[in-house]
């Protein structure tokens, strides 16, 4: 989801090493490849410090007793371009389901290759992957907290001619699946960002 912009990045090892970094290109450069290694994007260092103090909890969202289902979302806070995420509901990553892992990056994550994909190409684009993945777990629930993706893009509802060919396309497909999906029993949707386990957590 796009939502503030983060100042600063805070990430905790492994090892017991943690700290915060005033962008994200130098804590990619600590985490990345780091099996356990957890971060998260705050607006303020006082955040982050908090952060660190609790643990490093990416767990906070479980204690809320989500529904089970399929989760999805998109950001764009690496700074590389629109990344896409799908979980179930304890943040468990599921894109492997619908798309080969060569596509995915170290986080489990898709980085769409077009520089031109927008946050919104990338919501509609993960509920795309989580509409396949509902099928393939047999999940009849799928959240995310897209506005425009659930209410509208994903039901024929869009101003077609201010949008390129190719979300046009993907917008017809995904409305399909949905179609079929929601026709077997099957909901879609729309939750806060703060409880999308989906969220890639670079608004925090």
Same mark, same amino acid.
């Given at each position: ?14 090892? *017991? +090493? ?7 290109? =130098?804590?990619?450069?600590? /985490?990345? !490849?780091? &099996? ?54 304890? *943040? +468990? ?7 080969? =892992?060569?596509?995915?990056? /170290?986080? !489990?994550? &898709? ?64 409305? =399909? ?28």
């Amino acid at each position: 989801m796009a939502g503030k912009k983060n100042n600063c990045y805070a990430y905790r090892l492994p090892s *017991g +090493r943690s700290g915060v970094v005033a962008d994200w290109k =130098k804590c990619e450069a600590l /985490v990345s !490849g780091v &099996h356990g290694a957890r971060y998260r994007g705050f607006t303020s260092e006082l955040e982050a410090r908090a952060w660190l103090a609790e643990g490093a909890p990416y767990e906070a969202r479980a204690y809320r007793k989500l529904e089970p289902g399929i989760y999805f979302d998109a950001g764009t806070g690496r700074g590389e371009g629109v990344e896409v995420s799908v979980t179930d509901e304890t *943040g +468990r990553n599921l894109l492997h389901k619908a798309i080969a =892992k060569k596509q995915l990056n /170290v986080f !489990g994550k &898709h980085l769409i290759g077009n520089g031109d994909a927008t946050n919104n190409y990338g919501e509609l684009l993960a509920l795309r992957y989580a509409l396949t993945v509902a099928k393939k777990e047999r999940a009849k629930k799928i959240f995310g907290d897209s506005k425009l993706v659930i209410d509208y893009w994903s039901q024929h509802r869009a101003k077609r001619k201010e949008l390129s060919a190719e979300t046009v396309r993907l917008l017809d497909d995904v409305a =399909k699946l949905r179609e079929q999906f929601e026709a077997t029993g099957g909901t879609v949707q729309r939750i806060s960002g703060d409880d999308n386990p989906a969220d890639l957590g670079f608004h925090r």
